[in-house]
C-alpha cells in the first residue's frame, strides 16, 4: 500500500470530533454577594457544560478559593465575599488541567482512575495523560 492510501484509511477512521472547529466556551459565572455569602448562581449549568462531576469540581474550586461552600439546589454558596472574575479564574484553570486535552486542545475527555492515579482520556486523539489529584 503507498503512502497516500494508508493516510486516506487513517483519516476515515478517525472520529469526526477530531475534525470539529467549534470553540468551547465556559458560561461566565453568575454571582451576587449576600452578607459574607457569595452565591455562584449557574454552578450546574457550568457543570453540565464541563461535564465533570460535580464532586470533583467542587473539592478543587473550594481548595482553589480556601473558603467553605455548600450546594443549595442547583447553585452554590461559598462562605466569603468573591467577585466573579476570582471565580472564573479558578473555572478557567480546572478547564485547563480536568477538562481541555494538553496534546490537541480539544475538550473531549473523560476522567478515570487508573490503579490509584488519576488519568485524562481524549476521545478526539486517543492521547492519556496523568493529572493532578
Not at 459565572?29 to 450546574?44: A, C, D, L, M
Not at 460535580?54 to 447553585?75: I, N, Q, T, Y
Not at 465575599?81 to 481541555?100: D, S
Request: contains cysteine; glycine residues 6%; positive net charge.
Amino acid at each position: 500500500m503507498d503512502y497516500e492510501k494508508m493516510l486516506d484509511r487513517a483519516y476515515d477512521k478517525m472520529p469526526s470530533v477530531v475534525f470539529e472547529k467549534k470553540r468551547f466556551e465556559v458560561p461566565f459565572t453568575q454571582v451576587s454577594i449576600e452578607g459574607n455569602k457569595t452565591i455562584f448562581k449557574n454552578f450546574k449549568e457550568i457543570i453540565d457544560y464541563i461535564g465533570r462531576d460535580p464532586a470533583h469540581f467542587l473539592k478543587f474550586v473550594g481548595r482553589e478559593m480556601g473558603a467553605a461552600w455548600r450546594k443549595d439546589g442547583s447553585r452554590l454558596v461559598f462562605v466569603g465575599k468573591f467577585g466573579a472574575p476570582a471565580i472564573n479564574q479558578r473555572i478557567v484553570k480546572y478547564v485547563k488541567l480536568y477538562v481541555t486535552c494538553p496534546v490537541c486542545e480539544k475538550p473531549d475527555t473523560k476522567l478515570t482512575k487508573v490503579e490509584r492515579i488519576l488519568v485524562m482520556k481524549c476521545m478526539a486523539c486517543g492521547a492519556v495523560s496523568s493529572v493532578p489529584q
